[in-house]
Structure formats: structure tokens, C-alpha cells
């Protein structure tokens, strides 16, 4: 299994408050992603990393912040959370961007009060 | 990228191979096939891809017709733990991680 951690494992915390989720390789992969799971939507891609301090936004980027200062590391920042942003949060990785052979993490289960 | 079409559900016995079908009629000349799984709670699992050639690996086999306007996930001996979500992606090479998961197949290996 890819060297992929998601901590921490299930966070509950109350609205307004900021979270952050972190994501560490030990793959040394360039790319790094987050997506959120929700009923209904699928795993929808909230941003994306494609070096150390180079991110992008993905299809429901609002609400979030992303940093990588670090290969291996990989932040997300919800900056004043809201229930809407109650959801599981999975991390991955891949070596080739384009290529889209992605390893997932075990996914953070956050729930917003 | 792609739109997608798989059956809801399929069941399948423990030992006998499982079959799941993918229509993916509008897919264009650079776009791949993936196939990940979701076992329950877990993040999903990378099985296999291709272009136009069928394609084995340690998991599953893809065969994929000659119009690629389908294709099919082979898993030749399906065990109890086999049971999971099955994804059919149609993705092409120019955007990073954009992988568009729709509902898939819930595969459900009976023993």
C-alpha cells in the first residue's frame, strides 16, 4: 500500500471554528489532491498540488485553503467551518499528473456541529 | 471528460468470476479507462486502465471493444472481499486529478 496518512481519523468541532486535515507521503509523489465524499455527489476534487507551494483549485474549492510547504505534506484548511463542509475527506497522491493512477489515503470523517 | 453508464448492482458467487460493464459511448481518441474500487469506508482503490488494448495485472483484466465505446472489469475469482463500489472513469491526460466519480457498481460476492 502507498505510504499514505490522513490525520487526524475523525474530527468533530463546531461551526465557525477553523480545522485543518493533513496528508503526508512517504512516496515522494509530486502530485497531491484532496477530495471530499458526500451521498449523493461522489468524490468531488476540492484542490490539488502539483509541487511545494505550487496548488490549484478543483471543482469545490470554496471554504478551503491548501498549503504544501513540504514534498510529503499536504494541508487542508477550512478557515471557518460550516455544516455543509461536514463530510469524509480523502487525500491522494500520484508520481505522473495526467496519469491519473491515483493512491487514496483512509480518508478523515469531519463533522461540523 | 466522458460520461459514464454502470448497472447499479451485480451480484456475484464467491470463486466465479465477476463481469462489470461500462458504456462509455461518447469517450474521444485521448481519453483512458479507469477502474477504481471502494471498499465500505475506505478510500478507493486504483485496479486498472487502458487505452484501446485489454489490459491484465495482478488484479483484474479490462477488456475494452474495438469502438471503445465499452468495456468490461474482469475480476476472474471473486472472493468475499472483493465486495465493494466499482468506478468506471473515462479521463483524459490534461487535467490533474479530475476524476470524475459517479455512483458505480455495488458489487456484492455471496459465498
Known amino acids: 500500500d502507498a505510504g499514505i496518512t490522513q490525520s487526524p481519523r475523525h474530527k468533530v468541532t463546531e461551526t465557525g471554528t477553523p480545522v485543518t486535515l493533513r496528508c503526508h507521503q512517504t512516496e515522494n509523489h509530486r502530485y497531491m489532491y484532496w477530495y471530499r465524499q458526500d451521498p449523493g455527489h461522489g468524490l468531488r476534487l476540492i484542490h490539488y498540488?502539483?509541487?511545494?507551494?505550487?496548488?490549484d483549485k478543483g471543482e469545490v474549492s470554496d471554504g478551503y485553503s491548501v498549503s504544501r510547504s513540504k514534498t510529503e505534506d499536504f494541508l487542508l484548511t477550512l478557515e471557518s467551518a460550516t455544516s455543509s463542509q461536514t463530510s469524509v475527506y480523502f487525500c491522494?497522491?500520484?508520481?505522473?499528473?495526467?496519469?491519473?493512477?491515483?493512491?487514496f489515503g483512509s480518508g478523515t470523517q469531519l463533522s461540523v456541529l | 471528460d466522458a460520461k459514464t453508464t454502470q448497472p447499479p448492482s451485480m451480484d456475484c458467487a464467491e470463486g466465479r468470476a465477476a463481469n462489470l460493464p461500462c458504456n462509455h459511448s461518447t469517450i474521444s481518441g485521448n481519453e483512458y479507462v479507469y477502474w477504481y474500487r471502494q471498499i465500505h469506508s475506505q478510500g478507493p482503490q486504483y485496479i486498472i486502465h487502458?487505452?484501446?488494448n485489454n489490459e491484465t495485472n495482478e488484479m483484474a483484466s479490462l477488456i475494452i471493444t474495438e469502438d471503445r465505446k465499452s468495456s468490461t472489469l474482469i475480476l476472474p475469482h471473486a472472493t468475499l472481499r472483493d465486495t465493494a463500489v466499482y468506478y468506471c472513469i473515462v479521463h483524459g491526460g490534461t487535467s490533474y486529478g479530475k476524476l470524475t466519480f459517479g455512483q458505480g457498481t455495488i458489487l456484492t460476492v455471496h459465498p
Open positions: 487502458g487505452l484501446k
Open positions: 498540488s502539483y509541487g511545494v507551494k505550487d496548488t
Open positions: 491522494a497522491i500520484s508520481e505522473l499528473g495526467g496519469n491519473e493512477k491515483l493512491f
